[in-house]
């Protein structure tokens, strides 16, 4: 009888020491993004923002070439977010992404379920099928607009709630820096770097399945990759070329083990912020650079940020 009291007794105490461990992480992790707000314009003017519209380039790798993209994004904070591409060098349509709530946005639309199949193609979906296809797009973009706000604002939102614990002080090019585990709804993991002397994002990083012999596409990864500076155009510059190019190298991650081991089959995905300006009292990241494995496969710049500007309603417009 003593030796059954005596498990549960030291059952509780582990218990009791496991709860207080994980309190005193959240707390650390709660103080570290505190700083980071502080740093990134304070709590009230971070509060303050209710839309934000952001216009730019991005450099993605495709095959052997740098592809030209001019894209507008635009938040309605918390839950409507909507991103516009356009590819200067080719005759084609814009392509738009984003949510309004539960719902996703995407033009074009997909094709119309139950129509002919393709001769020697596959079937066509079904609409459960489309339904499916829908939710894990929707989810996608919402980690995307996750992913980019972090480092913008280093908080979450109620379309897609956040937990944050403190992990570890891990070596980064830039100095030293705190490391969070982030996690989301369904299957959001990441890991958030923030300088441990500015107090800035430096890096947001997550694992996710390796893509068939190309880059992800915008809303199976992050929106726009992160950026350390080589190799990104200068504001105004000469546009990015689409002459064969191999792809440039990512900075080197920080500290060995600060990032959780990627599963086989699996990839790290990484984003670097940086050329934080101020816009508005606040601070944004004017470049961003997003790295998959060892390389980099996408380099973004911002020409600016208007905030608090009306957003005409019909860009966060829901068509099927």
């Known amino acids: 009888m003593r030796i059954v009291r ?28 505190a700083a980071t707000r502080e740093a990134l314009g304070g709590e009230k003017k971070l509060a303050s923002v209710k839309t934000l519209v952001a216009t730019g380039r991005t450099r993605q790798v495709r095959g052997e070439n740098l592809v030209p993209i001019e894209f507008e994004i635009a938040m309605e904070l918390p839950d409507r977010y909507v991103r516009k591409d356009e590819i200067p ?9 984003g949510f309004n709530g539960d719902e996703l946005i995407q033009l074009p639309l997909p094709a119309a379920p139950g129509g002919p199949a393709r001769a020697g193609g596959p079937p066509a979906p079904t609409p459960e099928q489309q339904e499916a296809a829908r939710k894990t797009r ?40 705190d490391v969070l585990d982030v996690k989301g709804a369904g299957n959001f993991a990441a890991r958030l770097f923030v300088n441990a002397d500015t107090h800035l994002p430096i890096m947001i990083s997550w694992t996710a399945p390796v893509p068939p012999q190309r880059p992800p596409s915008r809303g199976n990864g992050p929106i726009a990759s992160a950026g350390q500076g080589a ?16 792809p440039p190298s990512a900075p080197p991650p920080p500290s060995p083990g600060a990032s959780p081991p990627a599963s086989a089959g699996q990839a790290e995905s990484r984003i670097y912020f940086a050329d934080y300006r101020d816009v508005g009292g606040m601070q944004f990241p004017f470049r961003l650079r997003r790295a998959l494995g060892p390389d980099t496969v996408e380099e973004t710049t911002f020409d600016g940020f208007k905030i608090n500007a009306k957003i005409d309603p019909k860009k966060f417009e829901v068509r099927k």
């Open 231 to 246: 190799g990104v155009p200068s504001r105004g510059g000469a546009p990015a070329s689409s002459a064969p190019a191999g």
């Open 89 to 97: 060098a080719q005759e084609s349509d814009p392509t738009t992404v």
């Open 6 to 33: 005596s498990v549960v007794v030291l059952a509780l105490f582990a218990c009791g020491t496991v709860a207080t461990a994980q309190t005193a992480k959240t707390e650390a992790a709660a103080t570290v993004l």
């Open 138 to 177: 929707l989810a996608n973009v919402k980690q995307d607009f996750a992913r980019l706000t972090l480092g913008m604002f280093a908080t979450s939102f109620s379309s897609v709630p956040l937990t944050f614990s403190y992990v570890a002080k891990a070596e980064a090019p830039q100095g030293k820096a």
